[in-house]
């Protein structure tokens, strides 16, 4: 009689609907990057959505392996969920192994959003646009310093920038875009490409000084700003945010999942807010995402060995 009632007790708590209890979505980063306040003006919306609490738990370092790592080996519920950015698919060509696979170790949920991504400088540096900044950084070779998240799109942005305009910079790596961020704005690095979700807020403030735009066109934040490529042509860089699960997550949670933050992404005051921020909305379905991948992953493997970089 107790056995049957246990197992009575244990397929009831099976069959609970999704979700049940809190989510977690890591963030492979630091505090105070794109993604970080990205996951968190989304959190209060999710959890309104889902009826459970939705954590934000930052786990940077190591290029964002660290905390993709710890969702890779996550059970495969969809109570532990990864936000990831375009050093998921930059990694596998800056390192010769990863712990996980960055395909088959996950379940692809959703591209929530595009962001554009701009080069900006601390306000002593006197330049005011991209022909300005490359004049100067050929004047005085290896003194300029740029601050960047290691690994990430705006590192290799950085590279593109030096190899295209034929500049001698220094590409300094952090652990994380926040602190990247925070050092430029103290003065202690010269410059750095950043998401404008990021760095929007210090442009206003008059803290940075943005110069270029680095995506294919001018940014509605910043239409007075040229696009970097205006003054380099062919040059373009921006960068994704993608939800992920384990791999093994069912498919029925896969699509709640998907449905909820689609829900989220699309109430009206989170599209103007991210809008402002130069945040595109996507919500794309898992399908899209797992065709997206892998030609993302094989993009980047050709900017990466055109641009020399590699994980130390």
Request: hydrophobic share 45%; charged share 15%; glycine share 8%.
């Amino acid at each position: 009689m107790t056995l049957s009632v246990l197992l009575a007790a244990a397929g009831s708590a099976h069959a609970q609907p999704f979700p049940s209890k809190p989510i977690r979505i890591v963030v492979p980063a630091v505090p105070g990057g794109g993604t970080d306040i990205l996951a968190r003006l989304l959190s209060p919306k999710l959890s309104e959505v889902f009826g459970q609490t939705v954590i934000v738990d930052n786990r940077g370092g190591a290029f964002t392996n660290i905390g993709t790592e710890i969702v890779a080996r996550s059970v495969p519920d969809g109570y532990t969920l990864l936000i990831a950015t375009t050093p998921h698919a930059i990694n596998p060509s800056l390192f010769a192994k990863l712990p996980f696979d960055p395909l088959k170790d996950f379940s692809m949920i959703s591209q929530l959003a595009l962001t554009q991504t701009v080069l900006v400088v601390h306000p002593s540096l006197p330049v005011k646009n991209v022909p300005e900044f490359i004049a100067l950084a050929k004047a005085q070779p290896g003194q300029l310093t740029a601050g960047t998240a290691g690994g990430n799109s705006a590192f290799l942005a950085v590279e593109m920038l030096r190899s295209m305009a034929k500049i001698d910079v220094l590409n300094i790596p952090y652990k994380g875009a926040g602190q990247a961020l925070n050092d430029t704005v103290a003065g202690h690095v010269q410059f750095q490409v950043n998401t404008l979700l990021a760095a929007l807020p210090f442009i206003q403030a008059g803290r940075l000084r943005a110069i270029g735009v680095c995506g294919a066109k001018r940014a509605a934040a910043l239409p007075n700003v040229a696009t970097v490529a205006e003054t380099i042509k062919g040059f373009e860089s921006s960068g994704w945010y993608a939800l992920m699960g384990a791999a093994g997550t069912p498919r029925d949670v896969v699509l709640k999942i998907h449905e909820g933050f689609s829900k989220a992404l699309h109430t009206p005051e989170i599209t103007k807010r991210l809008a402002e921020m130069g945040v595109d909305v996507l919500a794309g379905s898992p399908d899209e995402l797992t065709r997206l991948m892998p030609r993302e992953i094989a993009k980047w493997a050709v900017v990466v060995k055109s641009s020399g970089a590699k994980a130390e």
